[in-house]
């Protein structure tokens, strides 16, 4: 049996891109120098801060938020209460408050997690766009793993994207990025993109991991997008969700853009160097850490699996680990903190590596910072707000939930970056 995404994502974290073991204390420092450097290289700086977003949540019958075995509206699949409970991404209202969040603190476009042609996320982008649009924010597309060959239909998931939601809506709020030098064009980003062609289970035993696609057919993927669309886009920017730098540039793709939270940034430096080195660009992105939901019904642990295997287990929480004694007002104010180093150290990095003059980025006149994320709820990485903690009704709190004392707390932060680079 292959992973889940989140055991694919807690598997990197134990093979090496792991877990903080305690809070996060200090900060990294962006330069001044280089964050006035971006406002003189790019005329539309925000539009190179994009939140990844997701329109996957209904309510009738409920989808997502009834994960891992919960049962809304009341427990839902998350650590945290949304603000405004448990919502339908189509629902006119909540985009549209959804929008005023994001273009109040001051970012210009949103990534938006896409399963496929006919999909419910594809079918809600419409509505999403005319909203969007209206609030001067940018859309595009982050091409999600919907089936085991999703590598074969890449091409053809592109085009269709520029057609449906670029040409025949007349690019009225398509994302377009503008580089340094004036160019433009499309940037489409992948998840679970360059992986390994076997894996290993609790037993010991190989499997072939069924979404492997080798570096000579993504080449042709990516060939084919950019020999579709030269006559029309200056530049057409790939970013593979990976850090294998040699496989990524085997493939075709531009540059990486990591979606994962548990890359930590004291490793992006080593990352953009080995990027830099064979002429790929980078993205780094701005998060608040890692808080999973547990399965509410875990399946029982194998016997025969070294350590039991399955079983579930308490939710980790990335950076602080986890041993945070949600129930205490103060445990969760220290959470907060912890989150709260955790945005500014991921923002001060990835400007940093970002502008170094000496990396990839600088000499194509790349820059690009998604923020992980506007509304992945099962993850915990939520800039979204939260209900205030005061505010959640008594069988809210009896479910256990993580809200802090001010729910807004990350968007607040994040407004006082994006202020600090005069965005």
């Keep these: 049996m292959q992973p889940s995404r989140r055991e694919f994502l807690l598997a990197l974290g134990a093979a090496g891109l792991g877990v903080c073991a305690a809070p996060v204390v200090g900060t990294a420092q962006a330069q001044p120098g280089r964050a006035r450097l971006l406002n003189n290289r790019f005329r539309d700086l925000r539009r190179h801060f994009v939140f990844e977003y997701y329109p996957w949540y209904e309510t009738s019958p409920y989808r997502h938020w009834d994960q891992a075995n919960r049962n809304p509206p009341v427990d839902v699949a998350s650590n945290y209460m949304p603000r405004l409970g448990a919502y339908n991404s189509a629902d006119t209202r909540v985009l549209e408050q959804h929008a005023r969040w994001i273009a109040d603190v001051g970012v210009g476009a949103i990534n938006v997690s896409w399963w496929g042609p006919g999909d419910f996320t594809d079918r809600t982008i419409p509505t999403l766009m005319d909203v969007m649009s209206a609030y001067d924010i940018h859309v595009t597309f982050h091409l999600e793993p919907y089936t085991d060959r999703h590598s074969a239909n890449y091409a053809r998931d592109i085009q269709y994207l520029l057609k449906e939601y670029g040409d025949r809506r007349s690019w009225d709020c398509f994302l377009l990025l503008e580089h340094a030098d004036g160019t433009v064009g499309p940037v489409f980003k992948s998840f679970s993109t360059i992986v390994p062609e076997t894996g290993m289970d609790c037993h010991g035993n190989t499997y072939q991991v069924a979404d492997f696609t080798s570096d000579g057919a993504w080449r ?204």
Aim: hydrophobic share 30%.
């Design 220 to 423: 042709q993927q990516t060939d084919r997008v950019r020999e579709t669309f030269r006559r029309d886009f200056d530049r057409m920017m790939l970013l593979a969700d990976s850090v294998n730098v040699e496989r990524t540039r085997a493939s075709g793709f531009d540059g990486i853009a990591i979606y994962d939270n548990f890359v930590k940034p004291e490793t992006w430096a080593g990352y953009a160097t080995q990027c830099s080195s064979r002429d790929l660009v980078f993205s780094f992105n701005v998060n608040s850490g890692f808080d999973p939901v547990a399965d509410r019904d875990p399946p029982p642990p194998d016997p025969s699996c070294p350590g039991g295997g399955g079983g579930g287990g308490p939710a980790p929480f990335e950076p602080g680990g986890n041993d945070y004694d949600w129930a205490r007002v103060t445990e969760r104010q220290r959470a907060a903190r912890a989150s709260l180093a955790r945005i500014s150290e991921c923002f001060n990095t990835t400007i940093d590596v970002q502008t170094n003059p000496s990396l990839a980025n600088a000499k194509h006149g790349f820059f690009l910072t998604y923020i992980n994320s506007f509304n992945e709820w099962h993850e915990g990485h939520q800039f979204e707000p939260m209900k205030d903690f005061a505010a959640l009704t008594p069988e809210e709190r009896a479910i256990g939930y993580h809200n802090p004392a001010d729910g807004t707390y990350r968007l607040k932060r994040l407004r006082e970056l994006l202020d600090d680079i005069d965005l």
